[in-house]
């Protein structure tokens, strides 16, 4: 069933079916696809490791006692970086103070 707006739509070129009909594509050719540089074949050491560098778990905390004391140390050796250090800041609020008062109550 075809209907008014089908009859407009089929009258009307497709602009974009015009492009890809006109073979814009045709400045590819001029591109060349590099090929991946040739890398040197690398062994690494696996049997040389550093012994610092080898994980280790820490003790579980698995009484609350244990768990207060390691927080007690992580903030011990954290209060350095958690200082404040940043100058008092002006506050911008102004405020009127009130030392006496007429009050009128009726």
Same mark, same amino acid.
């Given at each position: ?6 009859s ?22 001029? *591109?060349?696809?590099? &090929? /991946? =540089? #040739?890398?040197? +074949? @690398? ?38 970086? *958690?200082?404040d250090? &940043? /100058? =008092? #800041?002006?506050? +911008? @609020? ?13």
């Amino acid at each position: 069933m075809g209907t008014k707006s089908d009859s407009r739509a089929a009258a009307r070129p497709d602009v974009f079916a015009a492009i890809a009909r006109s073979g814009a594509d045709t400045g590819r050719v001029a *591109l060349v696809e590099s &090929a /991946p =540089p #040739v890398l040197p +074949a @690398r062994q690494l050491p696996a049997s040389r490791t550093n012994a610092r560098a080898v994980f280790r778990p820490q003790p579980k905390l698995d009484t609350p006692g244990k768990l207060q004391r390691a927080l007690a140390r992580e903030r011990r050796r954290l209060a350095p970086f *958690l200082r404040d250090l &940043a /100058p =008092p #800041v002006a506050s +911008a @609020r102004s405020v009127t103070r009130v030392s006496a008062c007429d009050w009128g109550l009726e």
